[in-house]
């Protein structure tokens, strides 16, 4: 079993159970123009994996296209250019540092919300505004898929949490520079290990991702089996997150997953990850659960878990807190 240590500076063996024992045929591929039998597969891919990809999904390639080149035009200015927008706080610019909680990885990014792009170039801040109210709406008809698939109504009962005007949304940009010596404890260059980005789920009901060329992402399968998440530029990710696993009384998993370096591309990456209003509450669906089924966890608002994961290292196992069995009197 491949484990990322809690101390990120500690290099791990990659090659320990990857793709080995399993019968892991492949990343689920949904059409999305094909949406009877989109809201089928997206439900068994949710089961199985908390992981898809989708195609034709109707967000703009040009869109995609050029909200990269402007991504790689920030990442490619000079430091000192880039520290204008450090710390994020919690918007903003950053590198290396993953949190507040001793997390490292080789990487730079941006956070955004869904109304703040915090930078002085106008046509970077236009086409992430778009872009993020493209995959907006893209996630959106993928949670109503979802809700189609479990055959419970209304098909809002998802999609409202995101489609909401307080909907606590976050976009993020990763840019993962080549690390030339990812084996090496210390180098001159300060690359320590082959982690871009350590291993951990998503707290929010949904993400989705679109990188370039350059590979990286891995996901960890039911049987603890790491398995490397090959690119498509043209194709869309999706996460099943932590909120999504509760709503569901965990028969959506939210997926652990992590991103390991090249040693000699470049990666970027974009992420939505979408998150109810703050204080809406997190308990499973009533309408979803059989007669005499238990909930698996308290109820909660986003809010609540929100700040919990600011307080825990990245691969800590988050909803165990939330957890009845493991936590009965929280």
Known sequence: MVILSQDQNQPINLANKLNKNTNFTGIPVIDLSCPDDA??????????????KVINHGVPLWLVSELEKETMAFFN????????????????YCSKRIGLNGDTGWLEYLLF?????????????????????????????????????LKIEPKSVFSRMLSDEK?????????????????????????????????????QLISIARSNTTSG??????????????????????NVDDLLQVVTNG???????????????????????????LMEKISPLRSLMEPGEESLYHEFTWFEYKSYTYRTRLAVDRLSFFHKRSHPLV
């Not at 840019?175 to 707290?203: K, L, S, V």
């Not at 790491?226 to 869309?236: A, C, E, L, R, Y």
């Open 217 to 238: 992402l891995q996901i960890c399968l039911p049987d603890e089996t790491w398995v490397p998440v090959p690119p498509d530029h043209t194709s869309f990710f999706v």
């Open 251 to 277: 028969r959506f998993k939210s997926v652990r997953h992590r991103v390991v370096t090249d040693r000699l591309k470049s990666r970027i990456s974009m992420i939505y990850f979408g998150g109810p209003p």
């Open 39 to 52: 809201k089928n597969l997206i439900v068994k891919a949710c089961q199985e994996y908390g992981f898809f």
């Open 113 to 149: 919300t869904s109304n703040n792009f915090p930078t002085n170039n106008k046509t970077f801040s236009s086409l992430a505004k778009e872009y993020v109210e493209a995959v907006r709406k893209l996630g959106c008809e993928i949670l109503e898929l979802m809700a189609d698939g």
């Open 167 to 203: 909907a606590d949304t976050i976009f993020r940009l990763n840019h993962y520079p080549p690390c030339p010596n990812p084996n090496q404890r210390a180098t001159t260059n300060g690359c320590r290990n082959p982690i871009g980005f350590g291993e951990h789920t998503d707290p």
């Open 77 to 92: 200015m000079s430091q000192t250019e880039k520290d204008k927008y450090y710390p994020p706080n919690p918007l903003g």
